[in-house]
């Protein structure tokens, strides 16, 4: 069992920026694939970032330029920066991990993102 520890949400003005971290649990196999996602109010989640077992990293277009996503395999911590946010990045944000290959069966609690 994976369990995955967000931490670095909060409350910021437009054009600001938050770093987001997920700790997985010890001993949490370092092959896992992870990601973050998003939801907000009346919508569905989507992704927002995430990694692959080659490292190549995968962005939504509404983070591509603006976000960035990390990790840092000594820690085993995924980061994701968010630079110039928007309203519209309001949102639960959430972390996941994956078997590689597989689903993301995993989750984090959620860590929420206000920018107003």
């Known amino acids: 069992q994976v369990q995955l520890v967000e931490s670095g949400g909060g409350s910021v003005q437009a054009g600001g920026s938050l770093r987001l971290s997920c700790a997985p649990s010890p001993y949490t196999n370092k092959n896992y694939c992870m990601g973050w996602f998003r939801q907000a109010p009346g919508k569905q989640r989507e992704t927002v970032a995430r990694?692959?077992?080659?490292?190549?990293?995968t962005y939504a277009d509404s983070a591509k330029g603006r976000f960035s996503l990390s990790k840092d395999d000594a820690k085993n911590t995924l980061y994701l920066v968010m630079n110039s946010q928007k309203p519209e990045d309001t949102a639960m944000y959430y972390c996941a991990a994956r078997k590689c290959g597989g689903n993301y069966d995993f989750w984090g609690q959620g860590t929420q993102v206000t920018v107003s």
């Open positions: 990694i692959a077992r080659d490292g190549s990293i």
